[in-house]
Nanobody, 125 residues
Framework: QVQLVESGGGSVQAGGSLRLSCAAS????????MGWFRQAPGKEREFVAA????????PYADSVKGRFTISRDNAKNTVYLQMNSLKPEDTAVYYC??????????????????WGQGTQVTVSS
């Protein structure tokens, strides 16, 4: 079993920055592909970014490319999402997700086995 705990959400004005953290416990963290997803009110959960355990590859959603950066610290069992140039449309609950030894289809939420409780990000104009 893997437990994921997100932190770092909050309220910022457009153009501001936030860094989300997701601390994992319970298994060998380095073997896991980690993903960030978000869900706005009335919308489906959508992919934001992922980082593959095997080689560190980092796909991003087009809507965040160039503004968000995902990274991981295996020594701390933590994955981060640095969010810059935030826009009101980035407002959502952000979720961390994990799956062991996942190589393909990192953008699909249904592929992930473990999820955090979510952290709210609110961007005002």
């Amino acid at each position: 079993q893997v437990q994921l705990v997100e932190s770092g959400g909050g309220s910022v004005q457009a153009g501001g920055s936030l860094r989300l953290s997701c601390a994992a416990s319970g298994r060998t963290f380095s073997a896991f592909t980690m993903g960030w997803f978000r869900q706005a009110p009335g919308k489906e959960r959508e992919f934001v970014a992922a980082i593959r355990g095997s080689d560190g590859a980092t796909p991003y959603a087009d809507s965040v490319k160039g503004r968000f950066t995902i990274s991981r610290d295996n020594a701390k069992n933590t994955v981060y999402l640095q969010m810059n140039s935030l826009k009101p449309e980035d407002t959502a609950v952000y979720y961390c997700a994990a799956k062991e030894n996942m190589i393909f289809l990192l953008t699909l939420a249904r592929r992930y086995d473990y999820w955090g409780q979510g952290t709210q990000v609110t961007v005002s104009s």
